[in-house]
């Protein structure tokens, strides 16, 4: 490596999480969400998934007290998300507002699910308010997205750090 190319070069210390973060977009992507879940199959119910799947991993990362990984899967999250706003068409005036909304979406399904989960608050109606953006579907449609999406969280449960880090996610 050259001096030159060493001043401008920068280590990706989130590389590490990549597999993590793209399993985690895989299992958004699932079909079952959108058919037998009936989750928008939209730029908007894509994006609700693909949070609801992050919540649950971030929130495994903070029972593992993996503080670093948690952020750095974090900081995937908003480049992507960057991203995908920018290929919409929106321009750097609002690409800035529509990820600091999209991050504050994150950090309310966090709070919303880790409750649901624990039993603090009713899970599906966390799911209504954020996944179904308030309209709620039919009573087999959220009881699959409820059943299938704690099935997901009991399995990151029983995942050790490593598995979690290679991406190895439950399905």
Same mark, same amino acid.
């Given at each position: 490596?050259? !001096? ?48 609801? $799947? ?33 290929? $919409?068409?929106?321009?750097? /005036? $609002? ?10 979406? /994150? ?15 009713? !899970? ?12 709620? =579907? ?30 190895? /996610? =439950?399905?």
């Amino acid at each position: 490596m050259t !001096l030159l190319s060493s001043l401008f070069s920068r280590k990706d210390d989130r590389a590490p999480l990549r597999p993590l973060y793209a399993a985690v977009v895989d299992r958004a992507r699932a079909p079952h969400w959108y058919l037998d879940g009936a989750v928008a199959d939209s730029i908007d119910g894509r994006f609700d998934m693909v949070a609801a $799947i992050l919540a649950l991993v971030l929130l495994r990362l903070d029972a593992l007290e993996m503080k670093v990984e948690e952020t750095r899967l974090t900081e995937l999250f908003i480049d992507d998300m960057e991203g995908q706003v920018r290929q $919409i068409g929106f321009g750097d /005036l $609002i690409v800035g507002k529509q990820v600091g909304r999209m991050v504050g979406a /994150l950090g309310g399904r966090l709070d919303a699910y880790r409750a649901g989960l624990a039993g603090d608050a009713p !899970l599906g109606e966390a799911l209504v308010r954020n996944l179904y953006r308030g309209q709620a =579907p039919a009573d087999a449609a959220l009881a699959h997205v409820e059943a299938r999406l704690r099935a997901f969280a009991a399995g990151l449960d029983a995942l050790a750090g490593d598995a979690l880090l290679a991406g190895r /996610l =439950p399905e």
